[in-house]
């Protein structure tokens, strides 16, 4: 007996199926994007560039972040690190490595006004002690202090600014890479949380919808002059949805630059998981409600897709529906795992060229869970979206915060 699905079904399906399909393509771009040379006239353009870079606390590869930024391939730039204190614990290796590279400064912030996070506020610090001497035609470049900087970041960051009166700020984007734990194991929610950000990371192109992400981001001195930036920084907890918020209001592009993704450890538990998932989609959908809707509707897409197909097929098999009656949810089962193929394949490749073997091999178990667990993975990724719908509270470097709009933040008292 043939019973076609309601309409309903069919067409979440068709849906899910194109979701998927249009994943594929996205990613075939990424990959042609990421192995295109860079124009010469972005290697030619090499401006006097400051790399701005708060810290906070001494984390392991701390001293390998500030040896890469160091040996960057530039011809003229500084690196600028902001601390909040001298009892921070990254200051005593800060000072050691200053003595011996006189490329890079210190400066102390002081705590943040309850109105402002501490990131912000040491960006600002050091917006305030480098303007006055800064012409507009150098580059201001913010980075995070988790990163792994390879010798041509900065330069391939910089380059596409020549194009000032198109691009307002470049970006890059991190890739996760599962680290051991102290007890020296990989736990499946590092995991899991290198796959959700890579998929992400894969989805960034050059359009006018496109953001800009804290870890790599550079600017030309007189864009954040004209913009008015210290101006959109009061008040805030992120500083690169607001620096996106000014090149909008320029009509300027955010442009990514593929070349510039950088690998950036990950090691957490369950609860740190999604204490950081939920954080960043907090702030996404105080910052980019927009952004945030699409991030739910299209994991819940795939979601819904993947639970209707698989129910509607066992209710076939259990009240002995004819085949034909099987054929729509197989079909769309079928076509969603090619596609689903295809785009692991092609992400692995990603990895490939943008950070070679080692890096390869250290994501293989990723690799492999992110092609054979989509369901899986897809569904936790909901899950930590769904988690930031309620609430505007958040946890940022043991700092609470409340969100009450993009420069309306507010320290809660902790304990």
Not at 9 to 34: C, D, E, G, K, M
Not at 300 to 329: D, E, H, K, N, R
Not at 365 to 378: A, E, G, N, S
Request: hydrophobic share 45%; charged share 15%.
């Amino acid at each position: 007996m043939f019973e076609c699905p309601p309409v309903i079904l069919l067409a979440l399906w068709f849906l899910w199926i194109y979701q998927a399909f249009a994943t594929a393509v996205r990613h075939s771009r990424f990959n042609r994007r990421l192995q295109k040379q860079v124009r010469p006239a972005f290697f030619r353009f090499n401006p006097k560039a400051t790399v701005i870079l708060p810290v906070k606390g001494a984390d392991d590869d701390l001293q390998s972040l500030v040896l890469g930024l160091l040996q960057q391939d530039y011809p003229d730039y500084q690196v600028v690190f902001v601390v909040e204190s001298v009892e921070d614990p990254a200051y005593a290796i800060l000072k050691q490595l200053e003595q011996h590279d006189k490329s890079m400064r210190i400066l102390i912030a002081g705590s943040s006004a309850p109105c402002v996070s501490q990131k912000v506020h040491n960006q600002l610090v050091a917006i305030d002690y480098l303007e006055p001497n800064c012409k507009d035609d150098e580059v201001w470049v913010f980075a995070d202090s988790d990163i792994t900087a390879q010798p041509y970041w900065l330069a391939r960051l910089v380059g596409p600014l020549s194009r000032s009166s198109k691009n307002g700020v470049t970006t890059g984007y991190r890739w996760m890479v599962p680290a051991p734990d102290r007890k020296g194991n990989i736990s499946l929610w590092s995991h899991l949380a290198s796959i959700c950000n890579s998929s992400v990371a894969c989805q960034l192109r050059n359009h006018r919808c496109s953001y800009a992400w804290g870890g790599s981001m550079a600017m030309l001195v007189g864009t954040a002059r004209r913009g008015g930036l210290r101006d959109w920084f009061s008040g805030a907890v992120s500083d690169d949805y607001q620096i996106t918020r000014m090149c909008r209001d320029l009509n300027l592009r955010v442009y990514f630059v593929p070349q510039c993704l950088v690998a950036s450890s990950v090691a957490m538990d369950c609860s740190g998981f999604y204490q950081f998932g939920r954080r960043q989609y907090l702030i996404t959908r105080v910052y980019a409600p927009f952004l945030y809707i699409a991030a739910l509707m299209a994991t819940g897409l795939y979601v819904a897709g993947c639970l209707t197909s698989m129910i509607y097929l066992m209710q076939c098999l259990i009240l002995g529906a004819g085949w034909l009656s099987c054929w729509f949810p197989v079909s769309a089962m079928v076509m969603v795992l090619s596609c689903n193929q295809i785009r692991s394949s092609l992400r692995a490749r990603i990895v490939r060229v943008s950070f070679g073997t080692d890096i390869h091999d250290q994501l293989k178990r990723t690799l492999m869970m992110d092609r054979w667990l989509t369901p899986v993975w897809m569904t936790v990724h909901f899950s930590v979206i769904l988690t930031a719908l309620l609430g505007r509270t958040l946890c940022w470097r043991n700092v609470r915060y409340r969100l009450n709009g993009p420069q309306q933040i507010q320290r809660l008292p902790t304990g």
